[in-house]
């Protein structure tokens, strides 16, 4: 019979013995989709960008300051969510940030000045920010480690199956209906979903396990899970006025920790800059190279496409060969592909297949190294640390997209050579924080990983 272990006391074994159950895929699957909305809500404005900037005759860089403000809410969103869930559970901390930019989105179908699109957009990046972190912290818990990097990965990588269906909403709405319907839409789905989440999501059984005065919580999801001893993962009852252990989150910059927090901060900053300027400025950087809205639309889809995929190929790698070979040979193949984009001839909407393999293929590559990344977060980071070190992780993400917002309007008036350009240097940068993290996920080796 499996006896579960509790981390520290530990819950690291608790599910690591038993099969994965259908009710843990399940939650798996919830968890996934409000990534998925995430993905979807995200990229809603950069989808809009050049309908919005034609209809209200705005410049480039009064939109770029737009996107940086809901960099700037999506910073504060990720540590939030991150000290929330770490403090009051994963499952409130998930639920409010959906709450929050689903509302935001809706809201902004109805904006009648751009300062209005500047304050939702800010605002919906509160929610925004917490809900991939958090969602990769509380997939990790569910999940026994020999699959706990294909979860996280799936789970990370449903913001590009987001984009992907945001991409080929504006493809078939926005030349019919306008930009404003891609916010309505976005916006009622996600309230939908969060009010069907707040009745039937369960909470991280890892961090339950953390919390003995909610020993009885715990026992009935074990339960639900099949564990054949969920009374293995008993507590002992909290003394009177005895508080659960809450890990400070300086620990996260100690000797132990140090190292692994900074590179990994490094590579999320690059590799979330290199993802936003794509989101938010390719569209606008390949309609003013003379493509039509529709192949701008499909460009953002190819690019989010090849992610998708290129992420659980990596994920699956991660299991046989380990997260460090997989992820720096991801990075750099990434690079190669930005410096064959900023060389091609694109002007007046040249080569477009050629873009669109292209921009597949950096999906393929560089944006799925970022999201197999959240795997070696979850893996680096211990319970008690793990959403405040996913957070910080995505704090450092978002300030690389402020910039990315700010810089989009600057490097696409350098056209595809700058854009692209600018890219391969941050790839660059993204390899060399790969190579500097110690606490990579190892590779379990084909009889482990079968098991």
């Given at each position: 019979?499996a006896?579960?272990?509790i981390?520290?006391?530990?819950?690291k074994?608790m599910?690591d013995?038993i099969?994965?159950?259908?009710y843990q895929?399940?939650?798996v699957l919830?968890i996934?989709a409000t990534?998925?909305?995430?993905?979807?809500?995200?990229?809603?404005?950069?989808?809009?960008?050049?309908?919005l900037?034609?209809e209200?005759?705005?410049?480039?860089?009064?939109l770029?300051?737009?996107?940086?403000?809901?960099?700037?809410?999506?910073?504060?969103?990720t540590?939030?969510?991150?000290w929330?869930g770490?403090?009051f559970?994963?499952?409130?901390a998930?639920i409010?940030g959906?709450?929050i930019?689903?509302?935001?989105t809706l809201?902004?179908g109805?904006?009648?000045a751009?300062?209005q699109?500047a304050?939702?957009?800010?605002?919906?990046?509160?929610?925004l920010?917490?809900?991939?972190?958090t969602?990769?912290a509380m997939i990790a818990?569910f999940?026994?480690v020999?699959?706990?990097?294909?979860?996280?990965?799936?789970?990370?990588v449903?913001?590009?199956?987001g984009g992907?269906?945001?991409?080929?909403a504006?493809?078939?709405?926005l030349?019919g209906?306008?930009?404003?319907?891609?916010?309505?839409?976005?916006g009622?789905?996600?309230?939908?979903f969060?009010?069907?989440?707040?009745f039937?999501?369960?909470?991280?059984?890892?961090?339950?396990a953390?919390?003995?005065?909610?020993?009885?919580?715990l026992?009935?999801?074990?339960?639900?899970?099949?564990?054949?001893?969920?009374?293995?993962?008993?507590?002992?009852?909290?003394?009177?006025?005895?508080?659960?252990?809450?890990?400070?989150?300086?620990?996260?910059?100690g000797?132990?920790l140090?190292?692994?927090?900074?590179?990994?901060s490094?590579?999320?900053?690059?590799?979330?800059f290199?993802i936003?300027?794509m989101f938010?400025w390719a569209?606008?950087?390949?309609n003013?190279?003379?493509?039509?809205?529709?192949?701008?639309?499909?460009?953002l889809?190819?690019?989010?496409?090849?992610?998708?995929?290129?992420?659980?190929?990596?994920s699956l790698?991660?299991?046989r060969?380990?997260?460090?070979?997989?992820?720096?040979?991801?990075?750099?193949?990434g690079?190669?592909?930005?410096?064959?984009?900023?060389?091609?001839?694109?002007?007046g909407?040249?080569?477009?297949a050629a873009?669109?393999?292209c921009l597949?293929?950096?999906?393929?590559f560089a944006?799925?190294?970022?999201?197999?990344?959240?795997a070696?977060g979850a893996?680096?980071?211990?319970?008690?640390?793990?959403?405040?070190?996913?957070?910080?992780?995505?704090a450092?993400?978002?300030v690389?997209?402020?910039?990315?917002?700010?810089a989009?309007?600057?490097l696409?008036?350098w056209?595809?050579l700058?854009?692209?350009?600018?890219?391969?240097?941050?790839m660059?940068?993204?390899?060399l924080?790969?190579i500097?993290v110690?606490?990579h996920?190892?590779?379990?080796?084909?009889?482990?990983?079968?098991?």
């Open positions: 019979m006896v579960a272990t981390e520290g006391s530990s819950t074994g599910l013995d099969p994965m159950s259908s895929i399940w939650s919830m996934a990534v998925i909305l995430d993905g979807l809500d995200n990229q809603m404005l950069g989808l809009a960008a050049p309908s900037l034609k209200w005759g705005i410049d480039r860089t009064a770029g300051s737009v996107f940086a403000l809901g960099f700037v809410g999506m910073a504060i969103g540590l939030t969510s991150g929330v770490d403090r559970g994963r499952r409130g998930l409010i959906v709450a930019f689903g509302v935001a809201l902004t109805f904006s009648g751009l300062w699109v304050a939702l957009k800010t605002l919906a990046g509160v929610g920010g917490g809900v991939p972190g969602a990769s818990e999940t026994p020999r699959w706990r990097s294909v979860a996280v990965t799936f789970g990370v449903c913001v590009s199956i992907i269906l945001g991409g080929v504006a493809a078939l709405i030349p209906l306008g930009w404003r319907w891609l916010f309505y839409i976005g009622t789905v996600t309230m939908i969060v009010a069907w989440l707040w039937v999501l369960p909470e991280s059984p890892r961090y339950l953390e919390r003995p005065d909610r020993a009885a919580e026992d009935r999801i074990l339960r639900r899970i099949g564990h054949p001893n969920p009374a293995s993962a008993a507590h002992v009852p909290l003394a009177a006025g005895e508080a659960p252990r809450f890990e400070p989150m300086r620990n996260l910059f000797a132990a140090l190292r692994d927090t900074l590179a990994l490094v590579a999320m900053f690059s590799g979330m290199m936003y300027l938010n569209p606008t950087m390949l003013s190279a003379g493509f039509g809205l529709q192949t701008a639309s499909l460009g889809t190819s690019f989010n496409m090849g992610g998708t995929i290129g992420a659980m190929i990596a790698a991660i299991i060969f380990g997260s460090r070979p997989v992820l720096i040979l991801m990075a750099l193949v690079a190669a592909v930005c410096a064959t984009l900023a060389l091609l001839p694109i002007s909407g040249r080569n477009e873009v669109l393999a597949g293929a950096l999906g393929l944006s799925a190294a970022q999201s197999a990344m959240f070696v893996h680096a980071f211990p319970t008690g640390l793990r959403a405040r070190g996913l957070g910080l992780m995505g450092a993400g978002r690389g997209a402020i910039v990315s917002a700010v989009g309007a600057l696409i008036d056209g595809n700058g854009f692209f350009g600018a890219l391969a240097a941050l660059l940068v993204n390899a924080g790969f500097a110690r606490g996920v190892p590779a379990l080796g084909r009889k482990d990983a079968l098991s």
